[in-house]
């Protein structure tokens, strides 16, 4: 035979690690939360007006805007691209609640901003204020900034709740840190 069982169970324990082990890689990817191109799927196309895109937002009846501004090369940026804004349940959260749109600091793209004002993608960032990459910005429908995030969000759990942060309405009364606090305290 291909495995000597001996009196000891050693290698029968041994046998029954592995084949445990094997089990648990084989039902990973069935677990693993499924994925799709964020370019595709989690971005909405943008026509360069902002004001246009506030009022699409209003009559679909989202809760508000969501801006990635990014630039090439931005590890951060790609990171999020990667591991969380390629995830199909964070692509069909943000998609159902807001409008998703990209700036490239660095970009010579025309661009109108909540005021009709004409811009391009770089000047734009620039009177925002916008330094680093990814800056994550949130536009209450009146395109007024809510919530404004430096830095990659690494994990979609956190992403995903910082999604219903934004559309409770809970950033008018609080941080997201203590929200983000509360609601971990919820879940024991």
């Known amino acids: 035979t291909f495995f000597a069982i001996q009196d000891t169970g050693v290698h029968l324990t041994f046998i029954l690690r592995l ?17 799709r191109d964020p370019e595709d799927h989690f971005f909405n196309l943008n026509t360069g007006d902002l004001k246009a895109e506030l009022a699409d937002a209003k009559n679909a009846g989202k809760k508000a805007m969501f801006v990635m501004f ?24 943000y998609r159902l609640r807001f409008l998703n749109f990209s700036v490239d ?5 025309p661009i109108k901003d909540f005021a009709g004002r004409g811009f391009t993608e770089k000047s734009y960032a620039q009177s925002l204020g916008v330094k680093g990459t990814p800056t994550l910005a949130f536009y209450d429908l009146d395109g ?6 430096v830095g990659p ?9 910082l999604g219903e942060f934004i ?8 941080q997201f840190a203590e929200y983000r606090q509360s609601e971990r305290r919820k879940k024991g």
């Open 19 to 35: 084949l445990s082990l094997v089990s648990l890689l084989v039902a990973l990817p069935a677990t693993a939360a499924e994925t």
């Open 70 to 93: 990014e630039q090439d090369g931005c590890p951060g940026c790609i990171y999020m691209k990667r591991n969380v804004l390629n995830r199909v349940d964070v692509q069909n959260s």
């Open 105 to 109: 600091i660095h970009g010579a793209v």
């Open 144 to 149: 007024k900034e809510v919530v404004r995030i």
């Open 153 to 161: 969000i690494k994990e979609a759990t956190e992403f995903l709740l």
């Open 167 to 174: 559309a409770s309405g809970a950033y008018k009364t609080r």
